[in-house]
């Protein structure tokens, strides 16, 4: 069941704490970026705990065949305050490598501070869905979205919370809230980090 969207960081964290995908929740605020939740998915699918993972940053993940260029493209995106995916090689904690599509997204306060980095990782398996095929789900999903649906996940994948979205499409707060709270639906039941990633994988 997805949780609508509540400028309260504990329901952002709240909503990937039920999400089948793997993400993290990661402060800008602190020294180094550090990740401060994880998701049951993100522990099944790198196999670290959440005290091995919490107070780190995701690079841990990174090995030594993990493409730099690729690791400097995440934080371009991080410096920049801007939704970042890349396919890149990690590992998992018994050193397995695997191909993952990361992507990290900003989450702002109302008056534009940076708050939170969201990040979500789907594992992607040898041989199996091109980020062609995604981005063609991705896209046929938005499509179902009305027009108003669509301007709000957009300001959702900006990063832009409940206040800041309603300001700037001159709407009242609740109805931000109902059309967000019908287009996680649409999207398959979505939480925040897997919409913002529906967003992003579609090109809005």
């Known amino acids: 069941m997805a949780t609508a969207w509540s400028d309260d960081g504990d329901a952002l964290i709240a909503s990937i704490q039920r999400s089948p995908f793997a993400a993290v929740i990661s402060d800008p605020r ?57 396919e890149i090689l990690n590992y998992k904690r018994d050193r397995t490598p695997f191909r993952n599509a990361v992507l990290v997204a900003p989450i702002f306060e109302a008056d534009g501070t940076l708050r939170y980095f969201v990040g979500s990782q789907v594992e992607l ?41 309603a300001w700037y499409l001159r709407l009242s707060e609740k109805t931000v809230k109902m059309h967000r709270t019908l287009l996680l639906r649409k999207l398959n039941g979505a939480s925040t980090a897997e919409a913002i990633r529906i967003a992003v994988e579609a090109g809005l």
């Open 30 to 86: 602190l020294p180094a970026n550090p990740i401060i939740a994880a998701n049951p998915s993100f522990c099944e699918l790198t196999g670290y705990p959440p005290d091995e993972i919490i107070g780190r940053n995701c690079k841990f993940l990174a090995g030594a065949a993990t493409e730099p260029w690729l690791t400097e493209r995440i934080g371009d995106g991080i410096r920049r305050r801007q939704p970042v995916l890349v």
């Open 125 to 165: 398996p040898p041989g199996g869905e091109s980020s062609f095929s995604r981005r063609d789900c991705a896209v046929a999903m938005v499509k179902t979205l009305s027009p108003r649906q669509r301007q709000i996940l957009e300001r959702i994948a900006a990063g832009d919370r409940t206040k800041v979205i």
